[in-house]
């Protein structure tokens, strides 16, 4: 191997002074789409008729509650203009609704959230939906949004999601129950328009001096039939005091330091309808016995 | 605010610490000699119907009514 002719330095090879700087090749190229800048058609796929309606409701939870939309609309002028509603719903979760008039153009998007008080994912379950017709008539002609209306992040239209209102996850409550008078049983409802998975529950019931064997029993029925029933291990008798403990995951168990604790297994699944009941049912009851105010935790969502 | 049933003399709070509604129903009568359960006369439920969605929800049954309790 011989020596390499005109050897270039590392770093390159110095033009000799005095020599012209040659000149370098800018490589570029133009995007290879284009857009159309004038008489394009509106960013929206919704055109709105003057008979076009929106249909806003909410089954709601919480109190205080009120539900504003707004949304972008691009009128026949290419003016966009911005309209704005409010719905307080009512917090019974029974349903609330406004129906609102649009004027002629392309909707651009909407946006639902609550504002005034706190809502949870679970407790308040918004709907737009364009409509043609009124109250006594409505006519569902597309949805644009359904979910929950939830304090900081807003429903919205489009790429939003349409959910049902058993989708996901919902509230958890701790929900202090009745406390019934001696001699009653301890009753809690699901309300109407709510659905319940039941996590656990616990109550207390002070037996009296009458003497009997008590044997106090948990049971889910949907009003009428029983779906599921679990009794304490021991019975309660006269002066004794016991409590319930039902939750998922556990195995039938007894505890007794001061007063006795019958812990009970749950269903894995308890999911409860509008109307089914968690209830006591204590075989010998005595007219002074006295349950206590139940504690229950579930998991909650708007059943419509 | 805490309230007494009139009908069940059941005692319960409504709202709830989390401010939603609380839904007050009657537990049966029981009969403590033969353990048998009946529905009171003047059964009390507070969850709602709304059997048209143009008209508010009312609670299914007054019953005896309610009384609001001071609290503690």
């Known amino acids: ?304 | 605010m805490k309230f007494e049933c009139q009908a069940c003399l059941g005692v319960y709070i409504s709202p709830q610490r989390d401010g939603q509604a609380y839904y007050h129903a009657c537990p049966p009568l029981t009969d403590h000699a033969s353990g048998v359960q009946t529905r009171r006369a003047d059964h009390r439920d507070e969850t709602v119907v709304q059997p048209d969605p143009l008209l508010p929800a009312r609670i299914k049954s007054e019953g005896a009514g309610r009384r609001a309790l001071l609290e503690a």
Do not use: K
Request: glycine share 8%; proline share 9%; hydrophobic share 45%.
């Open chain 1, 1 to 304: 191997m011989g020596q390499p002719i005109n050897p270039v330095p590392p770093g390159g090879a110095l033009a000799p002074p005095g020599a012209p700087t040659p000149s370098a090749l800018i490589h570029t190229r133009a995007n290879e789409v284009l857009f159309a800048q004038d008489g394009v058609q509106p960013p929206s796929p919704l055109y709105i008729t003057r008979d076009d309606r929106l249909f806003i409701s909410a089954r709601n939870s919480v109190a205080g509650v009120t539900l504003l939309v707004r949304g972008r609309l691009m009128l026949a002028s290419g003016e966009v203009v911005i309209q704005q509603w409010a719905l307080v719903p009512t917090s019974d979760r029974a349903l609330s609704f406004i129906i609102v008039e649009m004027a002629e153009g392309y909707l651009l998007n909407l946006v639902a959230f609550p504002s005034v008080s706190t809502a949870r994912r679970g407790q308040c379950f918004t709907q737009l939906v364009l409509i043609r017709g009124g109250a006594t008539n409505v006519e569902a002609t597309a949805q644009l949004a359904a979910g929950y209306a939830v304090t900081g992040s807003a429903l919205i239209w489009p790429y939003g999601t349409n959910s049902n209102p058993t989708d996901g996850g919902g509230v958890m409550r701790a929900i202090l129950g009745t406390d019934p008078a001696a001699g009653a049983e301890v009753v809690e409802t699901v309300p109407t328009g709510a659905r319940w998975r039941l996590l656990a529950f616990v109550a207390q019931i002070i037996a009296s001096a009458a003497p009997a064997t008590r044997e106090p029993r948990l049971i889910i029925d949907d009003g009428v039939t029983s779906a599921f029933l679990a009794a304490v291990s021991n019975a309660l008798l006269a002066n004794g005091i016991v409590q319930l403990s039902a939750t998922l995951g556990v195995n039938p168990q007894q505890f007794t330091v001061s007063n006795v604790t019958d812990v009970l297994p749950l269903p894995e699944m308890p999911m409860l309808l509008p109307g089914w009941r968690i209830l006591t049912s204590t075989i010998n009851l005595q007219a002074g016995d006295n349950w206590g105010a139940p504690n229950l935790y579930v998991e909650e969502w708007i059943e419509p």
